[in-house]
């Protein structure tokens, strides 16, 4: 109700289906790389992952099992453990593969705060070879600056702990509103939390950039043309200044091309056999 993770609506729809009340909370707070702080009547409340508890608390948790975890602590006592499924989306494959040939985009780093044996095993299905699991945001900082020391880069994030990581990227997207800090920490926003949404960014920047080089670098050529056919006496002061205004005229024509829309924003189609599939959604269980 108070978190805008991902995961807060898997927690929501289970409770719903199972008619668990919800109960009003108080003083939420919402820290990068620690979980969730708040208040329910006399009690506190703090939902955190398993690496983030002191080792007294760890000694009372079951065993680690495959899935994402949560572990909720009521009053410095741990009283539950949340594990969920994730499931990849199913447009996620076709869209990496599609970066490569149609963006020249060759180096794709997966950076997660999940446990290190969900996001390996997440990236074998994805076919990344560059994983980071159990990062905290500071880590995924200091990863994200090495990366952009050697090349440029963008980052897609959709969660709070992506804010500073973003910030040292060439580029940051934030893919969804889910965060307003994630989103006042990007570059670039994609309303919709869609793979095809970045492909048209990516499509648009590209476009405008192609524009902009275009209108900059005819504009001075025509300007150094004018100019050298002005310093052979073939043209008069008057003449050379109409020129320059014409030449001006067609740079900032030329641009306004960039309000025109193309007939098409992107070229990644989501094959047909998953978009007509329903994508499952995170499970949660107790």
Not at 21 to 40: C, D, K, N, Q
Not at 113 to 138: C, N, W
Not at 203 to 220: K, P, T
């Amino acid at each position: 109700m108070y978190s805008k993770h991902p995961l807060a609506s898997a927690l929501l729809d289970a409770a719903a289906r199972e008619s668990v009340p919800l109960l009003e909370a108080t003083e939420v707070a919402e820290v990068p790389g620690s979980g969730l702080r708040a208040r329910i009547g006399d009690h506190s409340v703090w939902i955190t992952g398993r690496k983030k508890l002191p080792p007294a608390m760890t000694a009372t948790l079951p065993p680690s099992a495959p899935g994402l975890e949560c572990i909720v602590v009521v009053d410095d006592h741990v009283t539950g453990v949340f594990r969920f499924e994730d499931q990849p989306r199913q447009d996620t494959k076709p869209f990496l593969d599609h970066l490569a040939p149609q963006h020249h985009i060759d180096h794709v780093t997966l950076l997660s705060g999940d446990r290190v044996a969900e996001v390996t095993l997440f990236a074998k299905k994805m076919r990344i070879e560059h994983v980071y699991g159990g990062m905290s945001p500071e880590e995924k900082v200091e990863v994200v600056r090495d990366l952009t020391r050697q090349t440029k880069t963008i980052y897609v994030g959709d969660g709070i702990n992506d804010a500073p990581a973003m910030l040292n990227a060439t580029v940051g997207i934030a893919l969804g509103v889910n965060s307003e800090i994630t989103s006042e920490a990007a570059g670039a926003v994609v309303l919709e939390s869609s793979l095809r949404g970045v492909d048209e960014l990516m499509h648009i920047g590209a476009r405008m950039r192609r524009i902009a080089l275009q209108s900059a670098v005819g504009g001075m050529s025509l300007s150094i043309a004018g100019m050298l056919v002005a310093g052979l006496g073939l043209l008069s002061p008057i003449q050379g200044a109409l020129l320059q205004e014409a030449i001006d005229l067609l740079a900032i024509m030329n641009s306004l091309r960039m309000i025109i829309p193309p007939p098409t924003l992107s070229d990644y189609t989501v094959p047909a056999i998953i978009a007509d599939a329903t994508i499952p959604s995170s499970k949660a269980s107790m």
